[in-house]
C-alpha cells in the first residue's frame, strides 16, 4: 500500500483549522495539526513531514519566524503559507525566506488541494508516479534503473532516473533548466549548472529518442526550458 503524504496544519483559528484538517483527512494525507508557533515548533522537531501549511500570523511565534528558523536550520520540508487577503508585502517575504508558496485567505479548498499537489509533485516526484511508470512509448523501472520499449532494454543513470522521474510527474508543462538543477541536483543553478543540465537532457536523449536529433519525449522550448507533454 502506497504511503500517505503527511501534512501539518499550522493554525490558531479553529474552524478554519479544522475545516483543514477534516478536507486533507478526506482527500487521504495523514494529517497533523499545531494550534500555534510553538506549538509547530515543537511537533516539527519530533515529526519529519512531506508539507507544512503554514499561517502568517499565529500566537507565540509567527509563521514568518518560524519560516526563517525552519530554513536556517535546514529543514527542507516544503511549506505553503496561508495569508489573509491584502498581506501582500508579508507573501513576498515569506516566499524569499522559503516557503514554496502560499494561498490567500479566503480560499477554495480545491484550489488549495491543486497547490498542495502541485508542490509535492516538484519536492518528491516518487510520491506521485512511483518507481515504474510509463513515459512516452517507454516503460520506466526507477528501481532497476532501467527502460524499455518494445521488449529492448535500455539502461540509465541514478541522475537519468531522477529527469524522468521529474518530467513524468510534470507533464505538460514547460520545465526550466534552473528549476531542473534544482529539483533534481538539489543545488541552486549556475552557469556550469546550466551545462552540466543540458549535457545530461542530450546524453539522455540519445538512449531514449528514436531521432536525439528531432526529439519527440523531452522537448525543448526554446528560450524557456523542456517540456514532457501527453
Avoid at 517575504?93 to 497547490?115: H, M, Q, V, W
Avoid at 505538460?172 to 546550466?194: A, C, F, H, K, Q
Wanted: net charge negative.
Amino acid at each position: 500500500m502506497e504511503q500517505k503524504a503527511s501534512i501539518l496544519v499550522v493554525e490558531d483559528e479553529e474552524s478554519i483549522r479544522t475545516a483543514l484538517v477534516d478536507f486533507l483527512d478526506f482527500h487521504d494525507f495523514e494529517v497533523s495539526k499545531a494550534v500555534d508557533g510553538l506549538d509547530a515548533e515543537r511537533t516539527v522537531a519530533k515529526k519529519r513531514f512531506d508539507l507544512i501549511l503554514l499561517d502568517l500570523m499565529l500566537p507565540k511565534i509567527s509563521g514568518e519566524q518560524l519560516c526563517t528558523k525552519w530554513r536556517h536550520d535546514g529543514l527542507q520540508t516544503p511549506i505553503i503559507m496561508l495569508t489573509a487577503k491584502g498581506q501582500e508585502k508579508e507573501k513576498v517575504t515569506g516566499l524569499n525566506l522559503g516557503a514554496d508558496d502560499y494561498i490567500t485567505k479566503p480560499f477554495s479548498l480545491e484550489e488549495l488541494l491543486a497547490r498542495i499537489n502541485a508542490v509535492l509533485r516538484r519536492t518528491d516526484p516518487a510520491r506521485v508516479i512511483g518507481q515504474s511508470f510509463r513515459f512516452g512509448d517507454l516503460d520506466v523501472d526507477v528501481a532497476a534503473l532501467k527502460v524499455r520499449r518494445e521488449g529492448k532494454e535500455i539502461e540509465i543513470s541514478t541522475r537519468e532516473a531522477g529527469i524522468i522521474q521529474y518530467f513524468a510527474a510534470n507533464p505538460n508543462r514547460v520545465i526550466s533548466r534552473e528549476e531542473l538543477y534544482r529539483e533534481v541536483w538539489n543545488d541552486t543553478m549556475t552557469d556550469l549548472g546550466t551545462r552540466t543540465t543540458d549535457m545530461h537532457i542530450a546524453k539522455l536523449r540519445s538512449k531514449i529518442e528514436p531521432d536525439p536529433t528531432d526529439p519527440q519525449i523531452i522537448k525543448t522550448v526554446r528560450g524557456a526550458g523542456y517540456k514532457y507533454e501527453i
